[in-house]
């Protein structure tokens, strides 16, 4: 719009009709006729320097997230069907045409699993190809994509009706998740997490991505998938450092908004790290049971509550950047020393102090996070994590944040706000002091 | 994917539906559908059903994602009063007083094509000058064979060195529709959503290209297979580009606003065949020439048409749900035919080998009459477009319509002109009627595969 001219006629708003296949504007105030109403509107402004059209239109993401089990199970349906729903839609279109996909895993994933997936896929006579991938963080580039796409188009998918299938954890996901956005604009796919940190995260929000020119994530989408299926049996196969590290992930959503969270991961963290958060089967241990499938379900639930209303973040303000605002610097510098949660970790029991500094956590809360975090054998502390870091990330989050820092910080156990003003030099230098004082000697666990 | 799923589950598994509202900060799920505003600060579009097995919980996730973006004539884009190339993306009233008033420069990225920075670069470094603004001008060669994720990679080095405000500073594209295609991507990808502004400078990406969500780039020697549905923040028309534009590509330009006229606008037709010729003649600058007769300005009358009814059928299909699309006119071979034959056939003019064709197809099917078949044809000759082509052969229509119905779903989808101005999407065409519209159009037509004859019927 010509700003000279911003003061002129109130703009027309055009409703969009569909009639034997054309779409037609309408104004408002006509009579709309027969024929299918867009969500979608024009807005049109006429002014000295011409016509201005403004279009709105709503894009609605629809994507599923599924508990399951064994789900590489032949006679389990999930993993073809599962983002489908429907029973009759289902059964419709496995008994039409022969049925295709595609699958990328990991490397690492494809030597402990490949061939039960195999078995799966030809029991259920599915065309399938199976693409195993070194999925590391220093690997987790626009190349990778590339490789992905090039075998995609060989392959064959049909544009609308065969999601390709990411096995395997967060890098995984996130790589294939980029690969598929691209594909003709938008190709469905389906996310299988293998770690307990993409179980939590990665798989359940919308965004992909890949690193470049040293900044992690910094190339990506934000195009959910068509569903994702949690199966928890694939921890059996985990080492225990990165069961760890999901329960960051864990910790860090009910240190934002879940007490009761807490205190599960509190009071059961080190015996669930030790049973791989698998359920018992035998009868006597039903309060395990409970806890395991407890945990999963509120991470998951507190996770998609902040998600769900800021799939693309138009909101700058995130809860779920706990964590996350020194984490990126500390991971990509010494990677691949660090974990993902491990390095958010890191950042999260520093955070801890910045807000005992501030007077929103008592000194016994305080202690009781860290025990925790120690309890899930998590590192508290890192001699990397400098003072310049800190200050280097919260310059680089001020940059990307339009302006405004926006760290949420605890405000009691399960309970956090988000802070919009610049915190004083002395309170991060105080809080530094301390967290150092008290921390470096525990180190790593 | 999309809206479709929602009913079909709601009848069968037992769901609770979830709103989300937000409560200092923090977002909640909140039972069924009726909120009290008293202690949430916000009410969310996105919902939540929930559902609960012997095998576990499911949810799925409802989240509207409102796209807005403008698209807005302006003349005299490059004058350095003329602050639209620089605010013009900016809707909020208070947002732009603020940066007015403010002291802070303002920053920007631009990707310029080679061949347009030769003749506007002067006049662009002069308004960015002339307006303070701090500025990295990156001019690449943005060709049909360049356009691949190369390109954009390069860009976003450039982008990531020149650090660019998350939100603030949108990247601006400079040039034809490969241009914007690149940058459009490059920008969706930066962040994951960085806002750009298009700026075309051919006919065909001002009716095209520069006013719908699609990006992309080719790869696997296939057009357009990689990209994305990110719409601009803005894209800003100004007709005098057009000057500087060789003849041929005026034709291509002009051959994407005839595609909509016969898919759905019988007055666009009409003025393409009467002045077509002189809007040619004229580099689309009538309306302040002296072929300008009082009120007419054809000009500016035939691309707000062109523009006004492709915006009818994007809005509502921004993200293509809907495979049917009446705006695929002219798409469905020459997607192949121009790879093939690289570069020797510019877009427009592929597409409109295409639409040729497909008018006798629709004649076949008793759809067009003859009298109406010979009117598009010479209009598309006298908008010197090529209507026919060696290397568009009925092994390549075969092959092309093949892959049309793996990509479509199953379906050919394939729109034909019903009368002038009108259309339809069909299904059912069948072999013999593709053969023989194929025979008569090579036999009356190929001797004007150059455009520059006239058919003797």
Not at chain 1, 324 to 344: D, N, T, W
Request: charged share 25%; net charge negative; proline share 4%.
């Amino acid at each position: 719009m010509s700003n000279t001219n911003s003061s002129c006629s109130q703009p027309t708003k055009f409703n969009l009709v569909q009639v034997k296949g054309a779409w037609t504007r309408q104004s408002e105030p006509c009579q709309l006729t027969e024929g299918r109403l867009s969500d979608a509107n024009i807005y049109e402004n006429k002014s000295d320097h011409g016509v201005s059209w403004t279009v709105v239109s709503p894009i609605v993401f629809t994507y599923r997230v599924i508990q399951c089990k064994n789900i590489l199970d032949p006679s389990n349906d999930t993993l073809l069907w599962g983002h489908i729903g429907d029973e009759e839609v289902k059964g419709t279109l496995s008994n039409s045409k022969p049925v295709k996909r595609f699958v990328v895993i990991d490397e690492t994933v494809n030597q402990l699993y490949g061939s039960r997936l195999r078995q799966y896929f030809e029991a259920r006579e599915v065309a399938h190809k199976i693409l195993p991938l070194p999925t590391t963080e220093e690997n987790k580039c626009m190349e990778l994509v590339t490789k992905i796409l090039e075998e995609v188009h060989e392959f064959g998918i049909d544009r609308r009706s065969e999601p390709i299938v990411a096995v395997g954890g967060g890098v995984c996901l996130d790589v294939v998740g980029l690969a598929a956005s691209l594909y003709r604009r938008r190709t469905p796919y389906v996310r299988v997490p293998t770690t307990v940190l993409a179980y939590v995260d990665a798989s359940v929000g919308a965004k992909t991505g890949v690193n470049f020119a040293g900044g992690k994530n910094k190339l990506g989408s934000y195009v959910p998938p068509v569903a994702t299926f949690l199966d928890r049996s694939f921890f059996q196969t985990l080492p225990s450092r990165q069961i760890s590290n999901g329960m960051a992930e864990m910790l860090k959503m009910a240190l934002m908004k879940h007490r009761g969270l807490f205190e599960l991961l509190e009071a059961g963290g080190r015996k669930l790290l030790r049973a791989k958060l698998q359920s018992c089967e035998t009868s006597n241990s039903s309060k395990q049971e409970d806890n395991a499938t407890a945990l999963m379900r509120i991470a998951i639930e507190t996770m998609l509550e902040e998600l769900a209303p800021n799939l693309w973040e138009d909101d700058l303000d995130r809860l779920v950047d706990f964590g996350h605002l020194i984490s990126p610097e500390l991971e990509m510098r010494v990677l691949p020393a660090l974990l993902h949660g491990e390095a958010v970790n890191i950042d999260m029991s520093f955070m801890v102090y910045v807000a005992l500094q501030k007077g929103l956590l008592t000194a016994d809360e305080k202690d009781r996070i860290i025990q925790c975090m120690l309890g899930l054998e998590l590192p508290v502390w890192h001699p990397d994590f400098t003072l310049a870091l800190v200050q280097k990330s919260l310059k680089e989050r001020l940059r990307h944040s339009a302006g405004s820092l926006r760290m949420p910080l605890p405000t009691g156990l399960g309970s956090a706000e988000i802070f919009h003003d610049t915190i004083e030099d002395n309170i991060f230098c105080q809080a530094f002091q301390k967290w150092t004082d008290e921390l470096s000697s525990s180190g790593n666990k | 994917m999309g809206k479709f799923c929602q009913n079909d589950e709601d009848s069968k598994e037992n769901k609770t539906e979830f709103s989300l509202v937000r409560v200092k900060g923090t977002w909640k799920c909140k039972l069924g559908k009726t909120i009290t505003k008293d202690t949430a600060d916000c009410v969310s579009a996105a919902k939540i059903y929930e559902s609960i097995t012997d095998k576990g919980t499911s949810w799925t996730v409802v989240s509207p994602i409102i796209l807005t973006y403008k698209v807005t004539e302006t003349w005299g884009l490059l004058d350095p009063g003329n602050d639209t190339l620089l605010l013009g993306h900016i809707t909020n009233v208070q947002q732009l007083e603020d940066i007015k008033k403010s002291k802070k420069p303002i920053k920007r990225f631009i990707v310029v094509d080679q061949e347009v920075y030769k003749i506007y670069g002067p006049k662009l470094t002069e308004y960015l000058e002339a307006n303070n603004v701090l500025h990295k001008i990156l001019a690449l060669p943005t060709t049909e064979e360049n356009k691949s994720m190369e390109m954009a990679l390069k860009i976003l080095y450039e982008v990531n060195n020149f650090s660019l405000d998350r939100r603030t500073e949108p990247i601006i594209a400079i040039g034809g529709g490969v241009c914007l295609d690149i940058v459009g991507l490059a920008a969706s990808l930066y962040r994951r959503r960085t806002p750009y502004i298009r700026v075309p400078t051919t006919l065909l990406s001002y009716i095209d290209a520069s006013i719908g969500a699609k990006t992309g780039v080719n790869f696997a020697n296939c057009k357009n297979k990689l990209g994305a549905y990110i719409p601009p923040a803005a894209a800003f028309l100004d007709l005098s580009f057009i000057q500087t534009v060789p003849r041929r590509h005026i034709s291509n330009g002009l051959a994407e606003m005839l595609k909509m006229a016969l898919m759905k606008h019988r007055g666009l037709f009409e003025l393409l065949e009467e002045h077509g010729y002189m809007l040619l003649d004229t580099k689309f600058q009538a309306d302040t020439s002296v072929y300008a007769h009082s009120n007419l300005k054809p000009a500016s009358q035939a691309t707000r048409i062109a523009i006004m009814t492709m915006l009818e059928e994007l809005a509502p299909n921004l993200w293509e749900d809907d495979l049917n699309r009446l705006v695929d006119f002219g798409h469905l071979i020459s997607p192949a035919l121009e790879m093939q034959v690289l570069p020797s056939l510019l877009h427009g003019e592929a597409v409109n080998i295409d639409m040729s064709y497909m008018v006798y197809v629709s004649q076949e099917s008793g759809l067009l009459t003859e009298d109406e078949k010979q009117r598009i044809i010479s209009c598309m000759l006298g908008l010197e477009l090529p209507v026919w082509h060696e290397a568009c052969t009925i092994e390549l229509i075969e092959k092309s319509l093949q892959d049309r119905l793996k990509h479509s779903g199953g379906l050919v989808r394939m729109p034909l002109p019903e009368g002038l101005g009108q259309a339809d999407i069909f299904n059912n065409t069948s072999h013999e009627i593709l053969h023989r519209a194929y025979k008569k159009w090579c036999d009356e037509l190929n001797a004007c595969s150059d455009s520059s004859c006239s058919i003797v019927y």
